[in-house]
Nanobody, 119 residues
Framework: VHLVESGGGLVQSGGSLRLSCAAS????????MAWYSQAPGKQRELVAG???????KYGDFVKGRFTISRDNAKTTVYLQMNSLEPEDTAVYYC??????????????WGQGTQVTVSS
């Protein structure tokens, strides 16, 4: 199973970015997909998550600026980030809870994509 993220980069304060994460490999079903962020010297924290029933949850710091969504096949998750602030600068990681062919393993992470917001 692989989670491949894309869409990170450098943007000015107030700008927007859209992150994508595609899951591939031997997957039977995917439950929740989520985005986490980790800034230097800080713990990784939940940005947003979405279940297979499209129930969403957001971190408090998002404050309505970000929107998480999934494609119809439920294998790709997107994070639309608007009104970005320098404090949003971090590596953003995709996470998926899924059932694949690897026995006993249900949680997977992507390699991360850097988001940098300049002031």
């Amino acid at each position: 199973v692989h989670l491949v993220e894309s869409g990170g980069g450098l943007v000015q304060s107030g700008g927007s970015l859209r992150l994508s994460c595609a899951a591939s490999g031997s997957i039977f079903s995917i439950n929740t997909m989520a985005w986490y962020s980790q800034a230097p010297g800080k713990q990784r924290e939940l940005v947003a998550g979405i279940t297979s029933d499209d129930i969403t949850k957001y971190g408090d710091f998002v404050k309505g600026r970000f929107t998480i969504s999934r494609d119809n096949a439920k294998t790709t998750v997107y994070l639309q980030m608007n009104s970005l602030e320098p404090e949003d600068t971090a590596v953003y990681y995709c996470n998926a809870e899924l059932i694949g062919t690897e026995p006993g393993r249900f949680n997977y992470w992507g390699q991360g994509t850097q988001v940098t917001v300049s002031s």
